[in-house]
């Protein structure tokens, strides 16, 4: 790492203000903030050292999704040997998914990071580091056979669209990843919600029609469920992610795990998580009440299984940007996401995912949550107040 560090010290004359690439500027400094903890110090009054700053933050989401992105591939792989009745062994089954996502993941980073940096350099400023996660985010918010191009062009929509029009990370109003995703789901619908494309393509596995078994459905649960039937998969399955759907939204046994890294390591809010779990089973609990339909009935809880309620709840509704600030802003906020999303997935049987629409009405909110939030603090202790 010395050997490393010096280089990049003997470097960084050269993409300086006067030096031959300094138009690079923006860029070696993203590389070398990357690698080492920035030198930067403090002008003000406050001075605050600490040894994380936000690309470790960033990272550590990163890291809590890699087991929702190991599991992911392994499933992909598992589901198409599954559709084609054939049995292979557990490495074979992550072979096959990581050939499958792979790509994805690498066209994801590149467009978007590319436009970052074209971006800072144009504008002369620091490339941001919140296309860490969004980068990742992006690939497994999607269907494990998302051409290319599409993924480019999702990508390209969130970072220009999502986030580079407001001012850069920091700035948007929405989660970027999901801005991305709702932009697919409108844009080409049948690729991001259909069971089998026109040429016989499956949507979520990796497989075509002519080579399925009989009998295999490429249906989701979430899908079968609003369309009037029962879930084929156990309670066990759906809570372990053995079923089709969107490369890192399958597993809550993973989702779960990345939950524990962002809490422990207090980057993700609990109150968010813990609040958009509760808001679900309670709308869910009112509509099984209500009753009279197979969506209605289904158990208040499978709601938090299927679909992407977990992954949206744990990764998603917890963007520190674009989610409330105030504490008891984050509890409201993910109360009501998770009522939303079992409301929009039940209230309209076409569109049985509504945990993304959920996330991105109430990062809408967000601010009218908080700013409510604090006025009500203030006129509480303004009424304890002595005069």
Not at 346 to 352: E, F, K, R, S, T
């Amino acid at each position: 790492m010395k050997f490393l560090k010096d280089t990049m010290d003997k470097l960084r004359p050269t993409f300086s203000k006067g030096g031959k690439f300094q138009f690079l500027h923006s860029t070696f400094e993203a590389f070398d903030t990357f690698l080492f903890v920035p030198g930067h110090t403090t002008h003000g009054k406050v001075h605050v050292r600490d040894g994380i700053d936000m690309k470790r933050t960033m990272i550590v989401v990163v890291i809590a999704m890699i087991p929702a992105l190991l599991f992911g591939m392994w499933n992909v792989g598992y589901q198409h040997f599954l559709s084609m009745d054939q049995t292979a062994s557990h490495l074979d089954y992550f072979l096959h998914g990581l050939i499958q996502v792979l790509p994805i993941i690498i066209v994801s980073y590149g467009v978007g990071l590319g436009i970052e940096f074209a971006f800072c350099q144009i504008k002369g400023h620091a490339v941001n580091e919140g296309f860490l996660v969004t980068g990742m985010l992006i690939p497994l918010c999607l269907p494990p056979t998302t051409p290319l191009w599409m993924v480019a062009l999702g990508t390209a929509f969130a970072v220009i669209i999502g986030k580079e029009i407001f001012g850069g990370s920091g700035m948007n109003l929405l989660n970027p990843a999901l801005t991305a995703r709702v932009f697919l789901f409108f844009a080409y619908p049948a690729y991001m919600s259909g069971e089998f494309l026109s040429d016989g393509t499956a949507v979520w596995f990796s497989g075509n029609r002519a080579d399925i078994v009989d009998g295999f459905s490429g249906a989701t649960t979430l899908s079968v469920v609003a369309g009037g039937g029962e879930a084929e998969y156990s309670v066990m399955n759906m809570f372990l992610g053995l079923e089709k759907g969107s490369i890192g939204e399958t597993s809550v046994l993973a989702i779960l795990i990345g939950a524990v890294i962002l809490v422990v390591s207090g980057v993700g809010s609990w109150k968010i998580m813990a609040s958009t779990f509760a808001g679900g089973l309670l709308m869910g609990g009112i509509f099984n009440w209500i009753s009279g339909t197979p969506f209605l009935d289904m158990p208040a809880y499978q709601h938090l299984l299927i679909g992407g309620f977990a992954f949206g709840a744990v990764f998603m509704a917890t963007d520190p940007v674009s989610a409330a600030q105030t504490e008891r802003g984050k509890i409201i906020y993910g109360l009501l996401i998770g009522i939303l999303t079992v409301l929009i997935r039940v209230g309209n049987p076409a569109y049985p995912e509504g945990m993304m629409m959920a996330i991105l009405l109430m990062n809408v909110f967000a601010p009218l949550i908080d700013y409510f939030v604090v006025e009500s603090n203030k006129k509480r202790r303004l009424k304890r107040a002595t005069v």
